[in-house]
């Protein structure tokens, strides 16, 4: 299974479009989806991790309220993308309004260990300053997970 880490910036062109830096491009594949995520940004998966998280969707009961507002909220925005022979990939606008993102602007692309995050970087800047604050919620967090 892949493993996305490290961040970087990169512009968005004019017509909304991005370069998924190649450490990510060669963990991601050919082809790749992005949805909504959580917190205001867009989440990209793998299509194998993507076909991992539709199979938990199959499991158990079909119509569990909490499993279907889920569902409703990654998958009615899921778009199968692919990036150019240039790495570029162009963010559906429905996304692109979601996250914040506008033409000619920042954005930090984030590896967040099985997924990629891509951010409107003064979105993401500020959530960063949040999480600096609460530092000592951070270190709880990892404690309960035995890190």
């Known amino acids: 299974m892949p493993k996305f880490q490290g961040g970087s910036c990169n512009s968005v062109d004019?017509?909304?479009?991005?370069?998924?830096?190649?450490?990510?491009?060669?963990?991601?594949?050919?082809?790749?989806?992005?949805?909504?995520?959580?917190?205001?940004?867009?989440?990209?998966?793998?299509?194998?991790?993507?076909?991992?998280?539709?199979?938990?969707?199959?499991?158990?009961?079909?119509?569990?309220?909490?499993?279907?507002?889920?569902?409703?909220?990654?998958?009615?925005?899921?778009?199968e993308v692919a990036p150019d022979n240039q790495g570029r990939v162009a963010i559906p606008q429905e996304l692109r309004e979601w996250a914040g993102i506008e033409p000619n602007s920042e954005v930090v692309i984030a590896g967040c260990t099985n997924w990629v995050e891509i951010w409107d970087k003064k979105r993401y800047d500020a959530m960063m300053m949040a999480e600096l604050e609460q530092g000592e919620a951070l270190m709880d967090i990892a404690k309960e997970m035995g890190i």
Not at 29 to 46: D, H, L, Y
Not at 63 to 73: I, P, S
């Open 14 to 79: 004019d017509k909304g479009r991005i370069v998924i830096p190649q450490r990510f491009r060669l963990l991601l594949g050919e082809r790749f989806i992005m949805t909504r995520g959580f917190e205001g940004c867009v989440f990209v998966f793998t299509t194998d991790q993507w076909q991992r998280l539709g199979d938990k969707f199959g499991m158990d009961v079909m119509f569990d309220k909490g499993k279907v507002r889920l569902q409703r909220f990654l998958y009615g925005a899921a778009s």
